[in-house]
């Protein structure tokens, strides 16, 4: 017996099948607690990730284009809370969290600031998820929280102030074919020129009226009344762009500056102003306010300075500045500091009268306020004339219109801020031209702001 017993003691102390069921037990408690807690951590990483998804979509969103936010800093003129973008982000971020669960949302925080030309928006949340496992190490919850940020910058506000040359020689037929029938009408003018000194319906301004010859300030017209158009379809805002339109006079007797439309936001009414752009009146061959010295540039410079305030960094209440010159480029007037001395042989010395390209020294006054100036240069068929010949022609090389060797275009892309000249023949489109330059404004500001 004792034997036998002795033997059992001894297989059953080298018996060791058991171990392993025993090591299990022993590994099972550490075992589960790790698995436990990456089961608790991951259902926690997953709440919070839905949550930062909610909280870039309420800050994101809080400042669109189209939000409340938005759309109210552009009537803000401080800066501040903009309350209704707050408001908006709070409902977006439950909107995008509203078919979560498992959790408990502690706090959201959302801000949406106007500052400067800027809307900063800001979501920050923080919550809370009950654990299963980690309990069993005395962790009974997990803490998560996340902030998103969004910044959106507002559309500048600019101010545009159209400077058209309205003077006799911008009575000129505007294509080939206007300038070929003007000219088998009055027998071999191209100009249509506005002489209240003939019997009404005779002058060339009257006979091109009665044919639909369109001459180059009917063009100018229709370009100013479409560029309003082009500004209304893009602004963000009601009162984004504001628009002034001023020419040379109604008439030599009245000639200067002339405020056909003071700056306002109303688009609508610049249209219509626009509508009433009109070549200016004279007394006749020689008249006696002018003596046919109807392009006074440096008048007309000095006075548009004076009517266009300092400009601003581009918001409601500080707007950009911008000038819009559109005209063939050539003074006529009395000026003694002439950059052409008027003389020729056929002629002789009919100082001090000045008939020469625009004097760029005019625009850089302006341009040194932080004031942008494009310009579109609007050539034009030359008239087959002496005067044309012998007065205007000189300051071209070689054929008319678009050239490098062209005296007035040099000085009027010198009197262009740099990336706003343009030069249009009769041919061209001054419609598509004045809209490129506009919209070359407005892509400008966005990048100067």
């Not at 299990?24 to 709440?47: E, H, K, N």
């Not at 006529?332 to 003389?343: F, G, I, Q, R």
Request: hydrophobic fraction near 40%; include cysteine; charge should be positive.
């Amino acid at each position: 017996m004792r034997a036998a017993f002795r033997i059992f003691s001894r297989r059953f102390a080298r018996d060791q099948r058991g171990n392993v069921a025993v090591i299990f037990a022993l590994c099972c408690v550490p075992l589960i607690t790790f698995v436990g807690c990456a089961v608790d951590y991951s259902r926690a990483t997953q709440v919070r990730s839905k949550l930062q998804a909610a909280a870039d979509a309420a800050s994101v969103g809080a400042i669109a284009k189209a939000s409340p936010g938005f759309i109210a800093a552009g009537s803000m003129t401080s800066d501040g809370t903009i309350a209704v973008g707050v408001t908006d982000a709070q409902n977006i971020f439950n909107a995008n969290r509203a078919n979560l669960t498992g959790y408990t949302l502690n706090s959201v925080t959302p801000t949406v600031v106007k500052s400067g030309s800027t809307i900063n928006s800001t979501v920050s949340f923080t919550a809370t998820i009950n654990t299963m496992f980690l309990g069993l190490i005395g962790k009974s919850a997990l803490s998560m929280s996340g902030t998103s940020t969004s910044t959106a910058n507002m559309p500048l506000y600019v101010d545009f102030y159209l400077l058209l040359d309205n003077s006799p020689s911008m009575g000129v037929a505007a294509t080939p074919t206007d300038i070929t029938n003007l000219q088998a009408k009055t027998g071999g003018c191209a100009f249509a020129c506005h002489d209240t000194s003939m019997k009404a319906g005779t002058s060339n301004y009257d006979i091109a009226k009665a044919n639909n010859i369109t001459t180059r300030i009917d063009v100018v017209r229709q370009a100013s009344a479409n560029l309003m158009d082009t500004a209304q379809n893009a602004q963000t805002y009601t009162n984004q762009f504001r628009m002034a339109i001023y020419d040379f006079g109604a008439a030599s007797a009245s000639i200067g500056l002339r405020n056909l439309f003071s700056l306002s936001s109303s688009l609508t009414s610049a249209k219509t102003a626009a509508g009433n752009i009109d070549l200016m009146a004279v007394a006749g061959q020689n008249d006696a306010f002018t003596a046919d010295k109807d392009t006074p540039f440096t008048t007309i410079f000095p006075a548009i300075n004076s009517a266009i305030a300092s400009p601003g960094a581009g918001t409601s209440s500080a707007p950009l500045k911008y000038l819009f010159f559109v005209s063939d480029g050539v003074a006529d007037e009395s000026n003694a500091s002439c950059l052409k001395t008027m003389y020729n042989k056929n002629w002789g010395n009919i100082a001090p009268r000045c008939q020469s390209p625009i004097n760029p020294t005019l625009c850089t006054t302006i341009k040194n306020r932080g004031i942008k100036i494009a310009v579109l240069y609007t050539t034009y068929q030359p008239p087959t004339d002496n005067w044309y010949n012998d007065w205007i022609a000189p300051f071209n090389a070689g054929t008319w219109g678009p050239s490098p060797n062209s005296e007035i275009a040099q000085n009027m892309q010198s009197c262009a801020s740099p990336g706003f000249y343009f030069e249009v023949s009769p041919t061209q489109g001054i419609s598509d031209a004045m809209n490129a330059l506009f919209k070359k404004a407005v892509a400008d500001a966005r990048i100067a702001g």
